[in-house]
């Protein structure tokens, strides 16, 4: 299994671009998270998903949509890039409510908007 | 509020004991974990304890649960430098559906030779 990926590693946007941020995993997890991590502040929640078709916002929703068409895959966009929005951005997903509820986390994608 | 509080930055040699310690404010958390994040990398679970334990010993690891007082900490007997990393200290979310965890700010540790 290659657990949860995270497409692209790097990016760098000109302030106002759009992108997509691409996170899958093959462990047949219910639920999805976006995260973003910048220096003194932990991780913060941004989306996250209790299953295909559902989305919900998390605690700091503003500036960015998500999508979960497919269990497998969880998108994180922005539609108009902010200098704010530099970070490094997690992704996660959890099998279920039940038991340890281990979160397993992708990689990252390092973001820098100009 | 739900809110995860931990020191920033601890700094040990080689061979001593490192100690992070943590607040949490949810008394119903079931369990309370440590993430490590290494340098460049997405956080992997370190260790975690169940709330009706007072302590739980894995290895090098201890984590000791305070919950009277809502504190967690975690000590790595003979830190080496392959223990440089950032730890977080996470709970359960009060939402219950949510399954989100809510994380410390992380304390970085650096390990001097």
């Known amino acids: 299994n290659a657990g949860v990926t995270q497409t692209p590693k790097f990016r760098v946007l000109k302030t106002g671009q759009s992108m997509t941020l691409l996170c899958a995993q093959d462990m047949n997890h219910e639920y999805m998270y976006w995260y973003r991590q910048d220096p003194g502040m932990g991780l913060r929640l941004i989306h996250y998903s209790v299953g295909e078709g559902t989305t919900a916002k998390g605690e700091v929703p503003d500036g960015y949509n998500v999508s979960r068409l497919k269990k497998q895959n969880f998108l994180l966009g922005l539609e108009s890039a902010a200098p704010s929005q530099t970070s490094v951005y997690f992704c996660a997903s959890l099998l279920g409510l039940a038991g340890l509820n281990e979160q397993f986390f992708g990689p990252g994608t390092r973001l820098t908007v100009l | 509020g739900e809110d995860v509080e931990q020191s920033l930055f601890l700094s040990v040699r080689e061979g001593d004991s490192s100690v992070i310690n943590c607040t949490y404010t949810d008394s119903s958390s079931t369990y309370l974990y440590w993430y490590k994040q290494e340098p460049g990398a997405g956080l992997q679970l370190l260790t975690y304890i169940f709330s009706n334990m007072d302590m739980k010993q894995d290895q090098r690891l201890t984590v000791l649960l305070n919950k009277k007082d809502k504190h967690l900490s975690l000590r790595i007997a003979d830190t080496q430098t392959g223990d440089s990393a950032i730890y977080f200290c996470?709970?359960?979310?009060?939402?219950?559906?949510?399954?989100?965890?809510?994380f410390g700010k992380g304390t970085k540790l650096s390990v001097k030779p």
């Open positions: 996470a709970e359960r979310g009060h939402g219950g559906s949510q399954g989100n965890l809510i």
